[in-house]
């Protein structure tokens, strides 16, 4: 079994910044992408940007040129630096660890962007 712990969500402006971080703890050997999703009210929830053990990232279009994913192996750790935020990013943001092609999802952190 993961379990994943986020932290970092809250209130900011639109255009501000915000740094979620994820902890991943318990049977962690061979996760391979660990990334973040969202889930706005009323919505469907949504790929935010993902990050494999050796680096490689993937952004959904939305996000591009706003967020940084990055991830801390030693850590057990993935972050997502989010900058120049838009009210439309406001949602519940979920850490996601895939493990044998089994997903493990965090409790979610709460990002609101006030326009």
């Known amino acids: 079994q993961v379990q994943l712990v986020e932290s970092g969500g809250g209130l900011v402006q639109a255009g501000g910044s915000l740094r979620l971080s994820c902890t991943a703890s318990?049977?962690?050997?061979?996760?391979?992408?660990m990334g973040w999703y969202r889930q706005a009210s009323g919505k469907q929830r949504e790929l935010v940007a993902v990050?494999?053990?050796?680096?490689?990232?993937n952004y959904a279009d939305s996000v591009k040129g706003r967020f940084t994913i990055s991830r801390d192996n030693a850590k057990n750790t993935v972050y997502l630096r989010m900058n120049s935020l838009k009210a439309e990013d406001t949602g519940v943001y979920y850490c996601?660890?895939?493990?044998?092609?089994?997903?493990?999802w965090g409790k979610g952190t709460l990002v609101t962007v006030s326009s």
């Open positions: 318990g049977i962690i050997s061979s996760i391979n992408v």
């Open positions: 990050i494999s053990s050796g680096g490689s990232s």
């Open positions: 996601n660890a895939n493990q044998r092609f089994v997903n493990y």
